[in-house]
Protein backbone atom coordinates (compact mmCIF):
# COMPACT_ATOMS: atom_id res chain seq x y z
CA UNK A 1 0.00 0.00 0.00
CA UNK A 2 1.39 3.60 -1.23
CA UNK A 3 1.65 5.88 1.93
CA UNK A 4 0.58 8.74 -0.40
CA UNK A 5 -1.30 7.92 -4.32
CA UNK A 6 -2.27 11.22 -5.77
CA UNK A 7 -4.28 9.90 -8.62
CA UNK A 8 -4.56 12.55 -11.71
CA UNK A 9 -5.50 15.48 -9.60
CA UNK A 10 -6.24 18.67 -11.31
CA UNK A 11 -7.04 21.54 -9.12
CA UNK A 12 -8.79 25.21 -10.92
CA UNK A 13 -9.11 27.96 -8.11
CA UNK A 14 -11.54 30.13 -8.97
CA UNK A 15 -10.17 32.83 -11.43
CA UNK A 16 -9.05 30.35 -14.15
CA UNK A 17 -6.19 29.84 -11.99
CA UNK A 18 -4.86 26.08 -12.86
CA UNK A 19 -2.42 25.08 -9.82
CA UNK A 20 -2.58 21.74 -10.38
CA UNK A 21 -2.79 20.01 -14.04
CA UNK A 22 -3.53 16.02 -13.78
CA UNK A 23 -0.97 15.14 -11.02
CA UNK A 24 -0.10 11.74 -10.62
CA UNK A 25 2.63 10.78 -7.94
CA UNK A 26 3.03 7.63 -5.38
CA UNK A 27 5.23 7.75 -2.08
CA UNK A 28 5.99 4.20 -1.04
CA UNK A 29 6.20 2.97 2.50
CA UNK A 30 9.16 4.25 3.95
CA UNK A 31 10.82 6.16 2.37
CA UNK A 32 12.14 10.18 2.32
CA UNK A 33 10.23 11.71 -0.91
CA UNK A 34 11.36 15.06 -1.64
CA UNK A 35 8.66 17.16 -3.74
CA UNK A 36 11.03 19.65 -5.54
CA UNK A 37 9.56 22.88 -7.29
CA UNK A 38 10.09 26.56 -7.41
CA UNK A 39 7.85 28.65 -5.05
CA UNK A 40 4.24 28.66 -6.74
CA UNK A 41 4.78 25.43 -9.06
CA UNK A 42 1.59 23.94 -6.52
CA UNK A 43 3.43 22.27 -4.11
CA UNK A 44 1.63 23.72 -1.33
CA UNK A 45 -1.83 22.83 -3.07
CA UNK A 46 -0.62 19.32 -3.29
CA UNK A 47 -0.09 19.14 -0.01
CA UNK A 48 -3.20 21.06 1.19
CA UNK A 49 -5.20 18.48 -0.79
CA UNK A 50 -3.91 15.49 0.96
CA UNK A 51 -4.82 16.98 4.28
CA UNK A 52 -8.19 18.28 2.70
CA UNK A 53 -8.04 21.58 3.17
CA UNK A 54 -8.44 22.13 -0.29
CA UNK A 55 -10.58 20.01 -2.42
CA UNK A 56 -9.49 18.62 -5.90
CA UNK A 57 -11.44 20.08 -9.48
CA UNK A 58 -10.79 16.61 -10.95
CA UNK A 59 -9.21 13.07 -9.57
CA UNK A 60 -8.39 11.97 -5.94
CA UNK A 61 -5.98 11.01 -3.64
CA UNK A 62 -5.51 8.76 -0.63
CA UNK A 63 -2.89 8.88 2.24
CA UNK A 64 -2.21 5.53 3.97
CA UNK A 65 -4.79 3.99 2.33
CA UNK A 66 -7.70 6.23 3.13
CA UNK A 67 -9.53 8.45 1.21
CA UNK A 68 -8.27 12.18 1.25
CA UNK A 69 -11.51 13.77 1.44
CA UNK A 70 -13.74 11.07 3.28
CA UNK A 71 -11.43 9.64 5.89
CA UNK A 72 -9.40 13.00 6.20
CA UNK A 73 -9.93 12.94 10.28
CA UNK A 74 -8.33 9.50 10.22
CA UNK A 75 -5.92 10.40 8.31
CA UNK A 76 -4.82 12.95 10.07
CA UNK A 77 -4.83 10.61 12.67
CA UNK A 78 -1.71 9.08 11.99
CA UNK A 79 -0.13 11.89 9.84
CA UNK A 80 1.96 14.38 11.54
CA UNK A 81 2.70 17.46 9.50
CA UNK A 82 4.42 21.00 9.54
CA UNK A 83 2.68 23.31 7.20
CA UNK A 84 3.91 26.41 5.65
CA UNK A 85 2.20 29.73 5.69
CA UNK A 86 1.17 28.66 9.54
CA UNK A 87 0.72 30.95 12.71
CA UNK A 88 0.95 29.98 16.01
CA UNK A 89 -0.76 30.83 18.58
CA UNK A 90 0.50 34.07 20.48
CA UNK A 91 -1.16 33.88 24.00
CA UNK A 92 -0.32 30.44 24.03
CA UNK A 93 3.03 28.86 25.33
CA UNK A 94 5.29 25.93 23.80
CA UNK A 95 4.03 23.74 26.11
CA UNK A 96 0.06 24.50 25.94
CA UNK A 97 0.61 23.84 21.67
CA UNK A 98 2.34 20.51 22.67
CA UNK A 99 -0.41 20.10 24.96
CA UNK A 100 -3.24 20.77 22.51
CA UNK A 101 -1.58 18.18 19.72
CA UNK A 102 -1.02 15.32 22.60
CA UNK A 103 -4.91 15.89 23.91
CA UNK A 104 -6.22 15.85 19.62
CA UNK A 105 -4.56 12.79 18.87
CA UNK A 106 -5.20 11.66 22.87
CA UNK A 107 -1.86 9.75 22.71
CA UNK A 108 -1.17 11.03 26.65
CA UNK A 109 2.33 11.61 26.21
CA UNK A 110 4.51 14.36 27.75
CA UNK A 111 4.80 17.66 25.98
CA UNK A 112 8.36 18.03 27.80
CA UNK A 113 9.72 15.01 25.60
CA UNK A 114 8.73 16.52 22.00
CA UNK A 115 9.56 19.60 22.90
CA UNK A 116 13.31 18.09 23.92
CA UNK A 117 13.73 16.47 21.21
CA UNK A 118 13.01 19.57 18.97
CA UNK A 119 15.26 21.39 21.49
CA UNK A 120 13.27 23.93 22.84
CA UNK A 121 12.38 22.97 25.87
CA UNK A 122 13.94 25.93 27.70
CA UNK A 123 11.16 28.24 26.18
CA UNK A 124 8.63 25.94 26.90
CA UNK A 125 6.66 28.02 29.14
CA UNK A 126 7.45 31.31 27.26
CA UNK A 127 3.86 32.25 24.61
CA UNK A 128 4.68 31.03 21.39
CA UNK A 129 3.44 34.56 20.60
CA UNK A 130 7.71 35.82 21.58
CA UNK A 131 9.10 33.36 19.67
CA UNK A 132 11.65 33.35 16.52
CA UNK A 133 10.84 31.87 13.09
CA UNK A 134 13.11 29.13 13.75
CA UNK A 135 11.67 28.09 17.33
CA UNK A 136 8.16 28.40 15.75
CA UNK A 137 8.95 26.02 12.83
CA UNK A 138 10.86 23.92 15.76
CA UNK A 139 7.64 23.81 18.36
CA UNK A 140 5.36 22.64 15.10
CA UNK A 141 7.60 20.26 14.25
CA UNK A 142 7.25 18.94 18.09
CA UNK A 143 3.58 19.18 17.18
CA UNK A 144 3.90 16.71 13.83
CA UNK A 145 6.32 14.65 15.82
CA UNK A 146 2.84 13.87 18.37
CA UNK A 147 1.82 10.59 18.39
CA UNK A 148 4.65 8.66 16.63
CA UNK A 149 3.14 9.48 13.04
CA UNK A 150 3.00 6.83 9.97
CA UNK A 151 3.77 9.82 7.61
CA UNK A 152 5.36 13.03 8.17
CA UNK A 153 4.38 15.75 5.61
CA UNK A 154 6.90 18.77 5.73
CA UNK A 155 6.06 21.79 3.89
CA UNK A 156 9.32 23.43 3.67
CA UNK A 157 11.11 21.92 6.83
CA UNK A 158 14.04 24.29 6.80
CA UNK A 159 12.29 28.03 6.58
CA UNK A 160 13.12 29.92 9.22
CA UNK A 161 15.98 27.86 10.48
CA UNK A 162 19.67 28.60 10.34
CA UNK A 163 21.89 26.12 9.26
CA UNK A 164 22.41 24.42 12.15
CA UNK A 165 18.90 24.11 12.29
CA UNK A 166 18.47 23.06 9.35
CA UNK A 167 20.63 20.10 9.85
CA UNK A 168 19.22 19.54 12.80
CA UNK A 169 15.51 18.97 10.79
CA UNK A 170 17.35 16.61 8.90
CA UNK A 171 18.81 15.02 11.67
CA UNK A 172 15.31 14.52 13.00
CA UNK A 173 13.69 13.78 9.97
CA UNK A 174 16.46 10.81 9.33
CA UNK A 175 15.25 9.57 12.64
CA UNK A 176 12.09 9.19 12.82
CA UNK A 177 12.61 7.37 8.82
CA UNK A 178 14.73 4.82 10.46
CA UNK A 179 11.66 4.19 13.08
CA UNK A 180 9.93 3.21 9.98
CA UNK A 181 7.93 6.61 9.60
CA UNK A 182 7.37 7.86 6.13
CA UNK A 183 8.39 11.04 4.88
CA UNK A 184 6.85 13.29 2.25
CA UNK A 185 8.63 16.94 1.79
CA UNK A 186 8.40 19.64 0.43
CA UNK A 187 11.65 22.07 -0.59
CA UNK A 188 12.69 24.56 -3.17
CA UNK A 189 16.58 23.77 -1.90
CA UNK A 190 18.24 21.13 -3.35
CA UNK A 191 20.76 20.45 -1.06
CA UNK A 192 18.19 19.68 1.65
CA UNK A 193 16.37 16.97 -0.65
CA UNK A 194 19.79 15.71 -1.93
CA UNK A 195 21.04 15.08 1.64
CA UNK A 196 18.20 12.47 2.75
CA UNK A 197 16.30 11.59 0.39
CA UNK A 198 15.48 7.89 -1.01
CA UNK A 199 13.71 9.76 -4.06
CA UNK A 200 12.39 12.77 -5.90
CA UNK A 201 9.26 14.51 -7.67
CA UNK A 202 9.74 17.49 -9.50
CA UNK A 203 6.79 19.81 -9.87
CA UNK A 204 6.72 22.77 -12.22
CA UNK A 205 3.46 24.50 -12.93
CA UNK A 206 1.57 22.21 -11.27
CA UNK A 207 2.38 19.27 -13.50
CA UNK A 208 5.22 16.75 -12.35
CA UNK A 209 7.84 17.07 -14.85
CA UNK A 210 10.28 14.47 -13.63
CA UNK A 211 10.29 11.70 -10.64
CA UNK A 212 13.35 9.17 -10.23
CA UNK A 213 16.13 8.33 -7.24
CA UNK A 214 18.36 11.12 -6.71
CA UNK A 215 21.18 8.83 -8.41
CA UNK A 216 19.27 8.40 -11.52
CA UNK A 217 18.10 11.58 -11.79
CA UNK A 218 21.75 12.68 -11.63
CA UNK A 219 23.41 10.58 -13.84
CA UNK A 220 20.89 11.55 -16.26
CA UNK A 221 22.31 14.89 -16.35
CA UNK A 222 26.43 14.15 -15.56
CA UNK A 223 27.93 13.66 -12.80
CA UNK A 224 30.22 17.43 -12.77
CA UNK A 225 30.28 20.03 -10.47
CA UNK A 226 30.90 23.41 -10.62
CA UNK A 227 34.02 24.85 -8.98
CA UNK A 228 33.54 28.90 -8.23
CA UNK A 229 37.10 30.63 -7.56
CA UNK A 230 36.82 34.07 -6.30
CA UNK A 231 40.06 36.18 -7.26
CA UNK A 232 41.07 39.32 -7.05
CA UNK A 233 41.53 39.77 -10.52
CA UNK A 234 41.39 37.16 -12.97
CA UNK A 235 44.11 36.76 -15.79
CA UNK A 236 44.18 35.15 -19.19
CA UNK A 237 47.37 32.80 -17.98
CA UNK A 238 45.56 31.45 -15.22
CA UNK A 239 42.51 30.93 -16.82
CA UNK A 240 44.38 29.07 -19.67
CA UNK A 241 46.13 26.90 -17.27
CA UNK A 242 43.57 26.04 -15.59
CA UNK A 243 42.05 24.61 -18.59
CA UNK A 244 44.98 22.42 -18.99
CA UNK A 245 44.57 20.74 -15.73
CA UNK A 246 43.10 17.56 -16.71
CA UNK A 247 39.50 16.95 -16.15
CA UNK A 248 38.21 20.30 -16.34
CA UNK A 249 36.26 20.55 -18.74
CA UNK A 250 34.94 24.06 -19.05
CA UNK A 251 36.42 27.67 -17.86
CA UNK A 252 34.82 30.88 -18.17
CA UNK A 253 35.30 34.51 -16.45
CA UNK A 254 32.07 35.71 -14.32
CA UNK A 255 33.28 39.40 -12.73
CA UNK A 256 36.15 38.55 -10.57
CA UNK A 257 35.30 35.21 -10.38
CA UNK A 258 36.87 32.00 -12.65
CA UNK A 259 34.04 29.40 -13.01
CA UNK A 260 35.39 26.23 -13.72
CA UNK A 261 32.88 23.45 -14.52
CA UNK A 262 34.93 19.64 -12.58
CA UNK A 263 33.90 16.49 -14.90
CA UNK A 264 37.04 14.57 -12.38
CA UNK A 265 39.46 16.78 -11.48
CA UNK A 266 41.75 17.36 -8.60
CA UNK A 267 40.51 21.13 -6.62
CA UNK A 268 43.32 21.65 -5.11
CA UNK A 269 45.53 21.30 -9.01
CA UNK A 270 42.83 23.82 -9.92
CA UNK A 271 43.66 25.91 -7.13
CA UNK A 272 47.01 25.79 -7.40
CA UNK A 273 47.06 26.49 -10.75
CA UNK A 274 45.48 29.94 -10.38
CA UNK A 275 47.64 30.91 -7.19
CA UNK A 276 50.86 29.80 -9.56
CA UNK A 277 49.66 32.77 -12.43
CA UNK A 278 49.80 35.59 -10.13
CA UNK A 279 46.03 35.60 -8.96
CA UNK A 280 45.20 36.03 -5.21
CA UNK A 281 42.25 33.49 -4.20
CA UNK A 282 39.94 35.03 -2.29
CA UNK A 283 36.90 32.57 -1.67
CA UNK A 284 36.07 29.28 -3.75
CA UNK A 285 32.93 27.37 -3.87
CA UNK A 286 31.80 23.98 -4.68
CA UNK A 287 28.67 23.25 -5.92
CA UNK A 288 27.51 20.07 -7.74
CA UNK A 289 26.03 21.52 -10.96
CA UNK A 290 24.34 18.66 -12.04
CA UNK A 291 21.53 18.68 -9.87
CA UNK A 292 21.07 22.80 -10.44
CA UNK A 293 21.13 22.22 -13.50
CA UNK A 294 18.66 19.73 -13.76
CA UNK A 295 16.50 21.52 -11.53
CA UNK A 296 16.64 24.56 -13.72
CA UNK A 297 16.27 22.58 -16.95
CA UNK A 298 13.17 20.85 -15.67
CA UNK A 299 11.41 24.09 -14.14
CA UNK A 300 13.10 27.02 -16.65
CA UNK A 301 11.43 29.85 -16.12
CA UNK A 302 10.13 29.42 -12.60
CA UNK A 303 13.30 30.14 -10.41
CA UNK A 304 12.79 33.01 -8.53
CA UNK A 305 11.58 30.99 -6.16
CA UNK A 306 14.96 29.73 -5.69
CA UNK A 307 16.01 33.28 -4.24
CA UNK A 308 14.37 32.46 -0.91
CA UNK A 309 17.22 29.82 0.51
CA UNK A 310 17.78 29.58 3.99
CA UNK A 311 21.70 29.20 4.26
CA UNK A 312 23.79 31.90 2.74
CA UNK A 313 25.48 29.27 0.41
CA UNK A 314 22.37 28.49 -1.04
CA UNK A 315 21.75 31.52 -2.16
CA UNK A 316 24.88 33.09 -3.20
CA UNK A 317 24.94 29.56 -5.60
CA UNK A 318 21.87 29.98 -7.38
CA UNK A 319 22.81 34.03 -7.94
CA UNK A 320 26.24 32.30 -9.58
CA UNK A 321 23.98 29.86 -11.45
CA UNK A 322 21.57 32.25 -13.28
CA UNK A 323 24.51 35.09 -13.63
CA UNK A 324 26.10 32.17 -15.94
CA UNK A 325 23.21 31.99 -17.77
CA UNK B 1 -15.55 13.58 20.59
CA UNK B 2 -11.80 13.74 21.38
CA UNK B 3 -11.70 16.46 18.35
CA UNK B 4 -14.45 18.86 19.82
CA UNK B 5 -12.88 18.23 23.39
CA UNK B 6 -9.16 19.42 22.82
CA UNK B 7 -10.42 22.32 20.26
CA UNK B 8 -12.79 23.04 23.24
CA UNK B 9 -9.99 23.07 25.57
CA UNK B 10 -7.43 25.23 23.57
CA UNK B 11 -10.00 27.96 22.97
CA UNK B 12 -11.07 28.14 25.90
CA UNK B 13 -7.17 28.18 27.22
CA UNK B 14 -6.24 30.83 24.55
CA UNK B 15 -9.71 33.32 24.72
CA UNK B 16 -9.07 33.72 28.63
CA UNK B 17 -6.00 35.21 27.68
CA UNK B 18 -7.25 37.93 25.55
CA UNK B 19 -7.61 41.16 27.20
CA UNK B 20 -10.05 42.37 25.45
CA UNK B 21 -12.40 39.65 26.83
CA UNK B 22 -11.03 40.67 30.67
CA UNK B 23 -11.91 44.37 29.72
CA UNK B 24 -15.59 42.94 28.65
CA UNK B 25 -16.39 41.37 31.66
CA UNK B 26 -15.10 43.93 33.83
CA UNK B 27 -17.23 46.46 31.80
CA UNK B 28 -20.07 44.03 32.48
CA UNK B 29 -19.53 43.66 36.43
CA UNK B 30 -19.31 47.10 36.41
CA UNK B 31 -22.61 48.19 34.52
CA UNK B 32 -24.68 45.46 36.52
CA UNK B 33 -23.34 46.27 39.97
CA UNK B 34 -23.29 50.49 39.15
CA UNK B 35 -26.73 50.21 38.04
CA UNK B 36 -27.79 48.28 41.06
CA UNK B 37 -26.38 50.98 43.28
CA UNK B 38 -28.13 53.84 41.34
CA UNK B 39 -31.68 52.05 41.27
CA UNK B 40 -31.15 51.37 45.52
CA UNK B 41 -29.19 53.48 46.22
CA UNK B 42 -30.11 57.06 44.11
CA UNK B 43 -33.66 56.36 43.27
CA UNK B 44 -34.32 54.92 46.75
CA UNK B 45 -37.68 53.57 48.40
CA UNK B 46 -39.03 52.33 44.08
CA UNK B 47 -37.05 49.43 44.34
CA UNK B 48 -38.51 47.19 47.23
CA UNK B 49 -38.71 43.47 45.21
CA UNK B 50 -36.01 41.28 43.53
CA UNK B 51 -38.37 41.14 40.57
CA UNK B 52 -38.64 44.89 40.35
CA UNK B 53 -34.21 45.19 40.96
CA UNK B 54 -33.94 42.55 38.29
CA UNK B 55 -36.25 44.38 35.74
CA UNK B 56 -34.38 47.19 36.64
CA UNK B 57 -31.33 45.52 35.68
CA UNK B 58 -32.34 44.70 31.97
CA UNK B 59 -31.03 47.61 29.95
CA UNK B 60 -27.44 46.77 30.74
CA UNK B 61 -27.76 42.85 29.93
CA UNK B 62 -29.85 43.72 27.14
CA UNK B 63 -27.44 46.06 25.61
CA UNK B 64 -24.01 43.84 26.50
CA UNK B 65 -24.75 40.61 26.64
CA UNK B 66 -25.00 40.97 22.30
CA UNK B 67 -21.98 42.59 22.31
CA UNK B 68 -19.87 40.45 24.53
CA UNK B 69 -21.16 37.28 22.39
CA UNK B 70 -20.69 38.80 19.22
CA UNK B 71 -16.94 40.37 20.13
CA UNK B 72 -16.14 36.72 21.45
CA UNK B 73 -17.32 34.97 18.76
CA UNK B 74 -16.89 36.88 15.71
CA UNK B 75 -13.00 35.92 15.32
CA UNK B 76 -13.35 32.34 16.50
CA UNK B 77 -12.96 31.29 12.67
CA UNK B 78 -11.82 33.80 10.38
CA UNK B 79 -9.57 34.71 12.81
CA UNK B 80 -7.35 31.92 12.74
CA UNK B 81 -7.85 31.76 8.90
CA UNK B 82 -6.59 35.12 8.65
CA UNK B 83 -3.72 34.39 10.88
CA UNK B 84 -2.90 31.15 9.37
CA UNK B 85 -3.28 29.12 12.65
CA UNK B 86 -6.02 27.44 11.54
CA UNK B 87 -3.53 25.01 9.92
CA UNK B 88 -2.23 24.32 13.65
CA UNK B 89 -5.94 23.28 13.80
CA UNK B 90 -6.45 21.09 10.59
CA UNK B 91 -3.49 19.58 10.71
CA UNK B 92 -4.64 17.27 13.91
CA UNK B 93 -7.06 15.08 13.31
CA UNK B 94 -10.23 17.85 13.72
CA UNK B 95 -12.95 17.76 11.37
CA UNK B 96 -14.32 21.06 9.82
CA UNK B 97 -17.27 20.74 12.66
CA UNK B 98 -15.38 19.75 15.49
CA UNK B 99 -13.54 23.22 14.71
CA UNK B 100 -17.42 24.80 14.74
CA UNK B 101 -18.88 23.07 17.27
CA UNK B 102 -15.33 23.33 19.35
CA UNK B 103 -15.67 26.86 19.21
CA UNK B 104 -19.01 27.16 20.16
CA UNK B 105 -18.45 25.46 22.93
CA UNK B 106 -15.46 27.21 24.16
CA UNK B 107 -16.84 30.84 23.21
CA UNK B 108 -20.03 30.33 25.26
CA UNK B 109 -18.02 28.99 27.85
CA UNK B 110 -15.89 32.06 28.13
CA UNK B 111 -19.32 34.62 27.25
CA UNK B 112 -20.90 32.69 30.42
CA UNK B 113 -17.81 33.29 32.53
CA UNK B 114 -18.46 36.55 31.78
CA UNK B 115 -22.44 36.69 32.78
CA UNK B 116 -21.95 34.65 36.04
CA UNK B 117 -18.88 37.25 37.06
CA UNK B 118 -21.30 39.80 36.15
CA UNK B 119 -24.45 38.18 37.99
CA UNK B 120 -22.31 36.79 41.07
CA UNK B 121 -21.25 40.15 41.83
CA UNK B 122 -25.07 41.51 41.11
CA UNK B 123 -26.33 39.31 43.60
CA UNK B 124 -23.65 40.05 46.29
CA UNK B 125 -24.26 43.86 45.66
CA UNK B 126 -28.00 43.69 45.87
CA UNK B 127 -27.93 41.44 49.10
CA UNK B 128 -25.68 43.76 50.67
CA UNK B 129 -28.16 46.82 49.63
CA UNK B 130 -31.54 45.28 50.24
CA UNK B 131 -30.41 43.32 52.81
CA UNK B 132 -32.72 40.13 51.51
CA UNK B 133 -33.90 39.35 48.23
CA UNK B 134 -35.46 35.77 46.60
CA UNK B 135 -33.39 33.55 44.76
CA UNK B 136 -35.77 32.18 42.36
CA UNK B 137 -36.28 35.56 40.13
CA UNK B 138 -32.87 35.84 40.08
CA UNK B 139 -31.74 32.32 38.71
CA UNK B 140 -34.77 32.69 36.30
CA UNK B 141 -33.25 35.45 35.12
CA UNK B 142 -29.88 34.32 34.38
CA UNK B 143 -30.83 31.36 32.47
CA UNK B 144 -32.92 32.99 30.20
CA UNK B 145 -30.15 35.71 29.76
CA UNK B 146 -27.45 32.89 29.13
CA UNK B 147 -29.49 31.73 26.02
CA UNK B 148 -30.05 35.38 25.34
CA UNK B 149 -25.96 35.13 25.15
CA UNK B 150 -25.45 31.79 23.50
CA UNK B 151 -27.60 33.26 20.71
CA UNK B 152 -25.16 36.01 19.94
CA UNK B 153 -22.28 33.77 20.35
CA UNK B 154 -23.96 31.11 17.70
CA UNK B 155 -24.67 34.31 15.40
CA UNK B 156 -20.69 35.57 16.09
CA UNK B 157 -19.24 32.10 15.43
CA UNK B 158 -21.83 31.42 12.12
CA UNK B 159 -20.66 34.61 10.91
CA UNK B 160 -16.61 33.87 11.65
CA UNK B 161 -17.13 30.75 10.40
CA UNK B 162 -18.79 32.03 6.49
CA UNK B 163 -15.70 34.65 5.98
CA UNK B 164 -11.82 34.29 6.02
CA UNK B 165 -11.69 37.70 6.59
CA UNK B 166 -12.05 39.46 10.30
CA UNK B 167 -13.14 42.91 8.74
CA UNK B 168 -15.95 41.27 6.77
CA UNK B 169 -16.58 39.40 10.02
CA UNK B 170 -16.64 42.66 12.19
CA UNK B 171 -18.97 44.57 9.81
CA UNK B 172 -21.54 41.61 9.64
CA UNK B 173 -21.66 41.42 13.53
CA UNK B 174 -21.70 44.71 13.95
CA UNK B 175 -24.78 44.79 11.09
CA UNK B 176 -26.35 42.30 12.68
CA UNK B 177 -26.22 43.87 16.13
CA UNK B 178 -27.76 47.20 14.95
CA UNK B 179 -30.66 45.41 12.81
CA UNK B 180 -31.57 43.16 15.78
CA UNK B 181 -31.38 45.19 18.44
CA UNK B 182 -32.39 48.26 17.14
CA UNK B 183 -34.26 48.31 13.87
CA UNK B 184 -36.24 44.93 13.76
CA UNK B 185 -39.40 46.20 14.83
CA UNK B 186 -38.98 49.38 13.10
CA UNK B 187 -38.53 47.53 10.04
CA UNK B 188 -41.23 45.21 10.73
CA UNK B 189 -43.77 47.95 11.06
CA UNK B 190 -42.65 49.84 8.01
CA UNK B 191 -43.13 46.83 6.21
CA UNK B 192 -46.79 46.25 7.74
CA UNK B 193 -47.50 49.99 6.93
CA UNK B 194 -46.84 49.59 3.13
CA UNK B 195 -48.24 46.30 2.59
CA UNK B 196 -50.70 46.46 5.16
CA UNK B 197 -52.06 50.30 5.77
CA UNK B 198 -55.46 48.78 7.29
CA UNK B 199 -54.58 46.13 9.45
CA UNK B 200 -52.16 45.02 11.61
CA UNK B 201 -51.53 41.16 10.20
CA UNK B 202 -50.70 38.56 12.66
CA UNK B 203 -47.97 36.57 11.16
CA UNK B 204 -46.24 40.18 11.03
CA UNK B 205 -46.73 40.69 14.74
CA UNK B 206 -44.98 37.21 14.77
CA UNK B 207 -42.00 38.23 12.85
CA UNK B 208 -41.88 41.01 14.95
CA UNK B 209 -40.88 39.05 17.82
CA UNK B 210 -38.22 37.12 16.04
CA UNK B 211 -35.51 39.18 17.09
CA UNK B 212 -33.73 37.83 19.50
CA UNK B 213 -34.08 41.09 21.20
CA UNK B 214 -37.52 40.77 21.67
CA UNK B 215 -37.59 37.46 22.57
CA UNK B 216 -35.74 38.07 25.34
CA UNK B 217 -37.99 40.75 26.44
CA UNK B 218 -40.68 38.75 26.14
CA UNK B 219 -39.50 35.58 27.65
CA UNK B 220 -38.25 37.83 31.13
CA UNK B 221 -42.32 39.26 31.03
CA UNK B 222 -43.57 36.07 31.09
CA UNK B 223 -41.68 34.09 33.65
CA UNK B 224 -40.62 36.91 35.90
CA UNK B 225 -43.11 39.52 35.82
CA UNK B 226 -46.90 38.58 34.94
CA UNK B 227 -49.16 35.71 36.60
CA UNK B 228 -50.69 33.65 34.12
CA UNK B 229 -52.31 36.05 31.05
CA UNK B 230 -55.58 35.07 29.46
CA UNK B 231 -55.41 35.11 25.57
CA UNK B 232 -51.82 35.69 24.73
CA UNK B 233 -51.27 35.14 20.86
CA UNK B 234 -48.83 32.35 20.63
CA UNK B 235 -46.23 34.60 19.80
CA UNK B 236 -46.40 36.41 22.80
CA UNK B 237 -46.19 33.44 25.17
CA UNK B 238 -43.19 32.49 26.86
CA UNK B 239 -42.72 29.12 25.21
CA UNK B 240 -42.41 30.93 21.85
CA UNK B 241 -40.10 33.42 23.48
CA UNK B 242 -37.48 30.53 24.18
CA UNK B 243 -38.34 29.07 20.70
CA UNK B 244 -37.01 32.02 18.85
CA UNK B 245 -34.07 31.93 21.12
CA UNK B 246 -33.34 28.40 20.92
CA UNK B 247 -33.71 29.08 16.70
CA UNK B 248 -30.94 31.73 17.14
CA UNK B 249 -28.52 29.84 19.02
CA UNK B 250 -28.97 27.02 16.55
CA UNK B 251 -29.36 28.24 12.96
CA UNK B 252 -26.54 31.00 12.45
CA UNK B 253 -23.96 28.27 13.68
CA UNK B 254 -25.47 25.50 11.25
CA UNK B 255 -25.62 28.16 8.65
CA UNK B 256 -22.31 29.12 9.34
CA UNK B 257 -20.66 25.63 9.32
CA UNK B 258 -22.26 23.99 5.89
CA UNK B 259 -20.52 27.26 4.56
CA UNK B 260 -17.39 26.46 6.17
CA UNK B 261 -17.48 22.62 5.47
CA UNK B 262 -17.05 23.39 1.76
CA UNK B 263 -15.11 26.04 1.45
CA UNK B 264 -11.05 25.56 0.70
CA UNK B 265 -9.10 27.13 3.41
Given at each position: ??????????????????????????????????????????????????????????????????????????VRRRVGVLPDAYHVYERLTGRQHVQFAIDSKETGERPEDLLNRVGISEAADRKAGGY????????????????????????????????????????????????????FFSSHILEQVEAICDRVGILHNGELVAEDSMENLRANIGSGSTLTVTVDEPTEPAVEAVRDVP???????????????????????ILEAIEENGCEVRDFATEKASLEELFATYTEGGRDGLRNGTTPTATQDTTETEARR | MSGVRSVVKKDFNDALRSRRLLALVALFVLFIVGAEYLLVEVIGGEVTSAEALVVSLLFPTMLLVPLIG??????AIAGERESGSHKLLLTLPHSRADVVLGKLIGRTAVVFVAILAGFLAGGVVAFALLGSYELTPFLVYLAITLLYALAFVSLGIGISASTGSTSVAVMASFGAFLLFQFLWSFLVGL?????????????????????????YLTGINRFLNDGPVPDLPYYQEGWFAVLVLV???????????????????
Open positions: MPAIDVDGVTKRFGGGVTALQDLNLTVKEGEIYGFLGPNGAGKSTTINILLDFIRPTEGSATVLGMDAQADSKASKGMAQRLVLAMALVGDPDLLILDEPSTGLDPNGAREMRRIIQQENDRGTTVGVSEVSVDGTSIVVVISDASKTR | LVTGYKVDDHLFPETNPEFLQAIAQFSPLSSLWATVPVTVGYLRFRSVDI
